[in-house]
Nanobody, 118 residues
């Protein structure tokens, strides 16, 4: 079973940058589409960005397009989220997740907090 661990969160001023990383265990990582989600206080979890198994296809939420970049390194079992031009509304806990597996469920990381001050 794949396990995911996020890192790289922190406190940054508006306009700044952070790079989140999601490290995966398990030999099947390279076959999965991987997705970053986020959840702000009092709000539902929302889609941020997605990358296919090869890294050749990506997709972004409208709210982050042009500011965030998702990429992956299958040789290192990592998927990263480069976040630039951060805004206070980007404040949330960020999670990486696999595509739904055979049991219908995604595997989730524990999340990493991103706080953007005005």
């Amino acid at each position: 079973q794949v396990q995911l661990v996020e890192s790289g969160g922190g406190l940054v001023q508006a306009g700044g940058s952070l790079r989140l990383s999601c490290a995966a265990s398990g030999r099947t990582f390279s076959s999965y589409t991987m997705t970053w989600f986020r959840q702000a206080p009092g709000k539902e979890r929302e889609f941020v960005a997605r990358i296919d198994w090869s890294g050749g296809s990506t997709d972004y939420a409208v709210s982050v397009k042009g500011r965030f970049t998702i990429d992956r390194d299958n040789s290192k079992n990592t998927v990263d989220l480069q976040m630039d031009s951060l805004k206070p509304e980007d404040t949330a806990v960020y999670f990486c997740a696999t595509e739904p597996l055979r049991n219908g469920w995604r595997v989730w990381g524990q999340g990493t907090q991103v706080t953007v001050s005005p």
